[in-house]
């Protein structure tokens, strides 16, 4: 019997395994630069833990989460974001203990079932940074600003910083009394989920993709913030300009997940239609206490890898394949192949990425799959090179040979490599 990957699943392999590599290096060179330390978190959690922290009536926990009995009758839940799961650890190992500010970065897969299509996937892959311990306003401006370093570093240019603040629990519920009354007369127009936000979330109203005519005039969150809250978002903006990030205010920013509060911020690519926002964040300065620990400020922001690579795809970048071949060692009958090994060891103790036959093939298949791998260079030779102590050299490319003593040939390739 053959079997099929999963709906809304991927296997990843080929030339897209570079993209993956070329995203995760630069991600974690990054965010070690800032400061930020690696977790791991478990990819299933208990189901209650995003009950608690994305909140029960937003779509996330009522229709997309895969969740299952385990055998003990315990109700487990694949994790369907980052956040919940690196508070969790953050409160459980008490890492309050550990220095405040304390960073935290994460990189792993994530489940949803959503409908899968371009950039949307079942199980999907998210990178995250968190900072816990402080509620300065720099930490918000810093966190936006590093985005952008990174987005910059990868080579991306058609892409959109906004912003947005939604206040505190005061700010908002002033807020979602002036959107009742805004909608009131047009909710029975709109869409089902909408009908339902209307009294669970309204504030979910602002981002549907359905009726976007309905809230293209609706009332903006900024007119209903606190005074405390004004000045930290005019504080967040200012440091903004500071660290020279460019970007637009969006009050229909309001995130999907109920633990956020005060700055929310999207980076949107611009060719990616529907499935444009390729990272998103903000503070959630209640959720650690939510989750059992000590009360603790924190902000932080999740990357949408997958539609990272879309965008660079888009935006026609060019990554070099780290898994290219630099040379590929062929030769001729048994006896030779001792002498294979001794210079594909040679080879790699200088750096240099090599392939050494492993087949039966003849010369001519080796050099064939020589091609298939994409080697830049060939070493060939059999008993005869052997005992004149040479090698034959080719370049793969312009099909040209010539033969080398063996005493030197290392320094040659390195030479040429450098050279390409």
């Known amino acids: 019997m053959k079997y099929s990957k999963i709906k809304g699943t991927q296997d990843i392999f080929g030339d897209d395994i570079k993209y993956w590599n070329f995203l995760e290096k630069n991600l974690r060179e990054i965010l070690i630069k800032y400061g930020y330390h690696e977790i791991r978190t478990p990819i299933f959690e208990n189901t209650e833990l995003f009950y608690r922290s994305i909140g029960e009536n937003t779509d996330v926990v009522q229709k997309e989460m895969y969740t299952f009995k385990d055998k003990g009758e315990r109700s487990i839940t694949l994790r369907p974001e980052g956040t919940a799961p690196t508070v969790r650890a953050y409160v459980e190992n008490s890492?309050?203990?550990?220095?405040?500010?304390?960073?935290?970065?994460?990189i792993g897969p994530m489940f949803r079932y959503e409908k899968p299509q371009s950039g949307r996937y079942r199980q999907f892959h998210q990178a995250g940074a968190e900072i816990f311990g402080t509620d300065f306003p720099v930490a918000d401006a810093e966190v936006i600003a590093m985005l952008d370093k990174f987005f910059k570093k990868i080579g991306l240019r058609e892409y959109s910083i906004k912003i947005n603040s939604i206040g505190s629990l005061e700010s908002r519920n002033k807020y979602r009394e002036v959107l009742k009354e805004y909608y009131s007369d047009k909710i029975d127009n709109m869409c089902d989920?909408?009908?339902?936000?209307?009294?669970?979330?309204?504030?979910?109203?602002?981002?549907?993709?359905v009726d976007k005519e309905y809230s293209k005039d609706a009332p903006s969150i900024l007119d209903?913030?606190?005074?405390?809250?004004?000045?930290?978002?005019?504080?967040?903006k200012s440091f903004l300009d500071s660290f020279e990030v460019e970007y637009e205010i969006d009050s229909s920013i309001v995130r999907g997940l109920d633990y956020y509060n005060l700055t929310a911020f999207e980076v949107e690519h611009n060719k990616l239609g529907a499935q444009s926002v390729i990272a998103g964040g903000g503070r959630y300065d209640g959720l650690v206490k939510e989750l059992g620990g000590p009360n603790t400020p924190a902000i932080g922001f999740g990357i949408g890898i997958e539609r990272v690579i879309l965008a660079i795809k888009e935006e026609k970048i060019e990554i070099n394949n780290p898994e290219e071949v630099d040379v590929y060692i062929a030769y001729i009958g048994k006896k030779s192949a001792k002498t294979a090994i001794e210079i594909a060891n040679i080879l790699r103790d200088r750096g240099i990425k090599t392939y050494l036959n492993i087949s039966k093939r003849n010369v001519s298949g080796q050099l064939k799959h020589a091609n298939k791998v994409n080697a830049k260079f060939s070493v060939i030779f059999g008993n005869e090179e052997i005992?004149?102590?040479?090698?034959t050299f080719r370049d793969m490319e312009s099909g040209e040979q010539t033969q080398v003593e063996r005493s030197w040939f290392v320094d040659l390739i390195i030479e040429k490599l450098n050279n390409r």
């Not at 890492?95 to 994460?106: A, D, R, S, T, V």
């Not at 989920?193 to 993709?209: A, E, F, H, Q, V």
């Open 224 to 236: 209903s913030l606190t005074d405390e809250d004004k000045e930290h978002f005019e504080n967040v």
């Open 387 to 391: 005992e004149k102590d040479i090698v």
């Open 193 to 209: 989920d909408c009908k339902r936000r209307y009294n669970t979330n309204i504030m979910r109203l602002l981002d549907c993709k």
């Open 95 to 106: 890492m309050i203990n550990f220095g405040q500010p304390y960073k935290l970065f994460y």
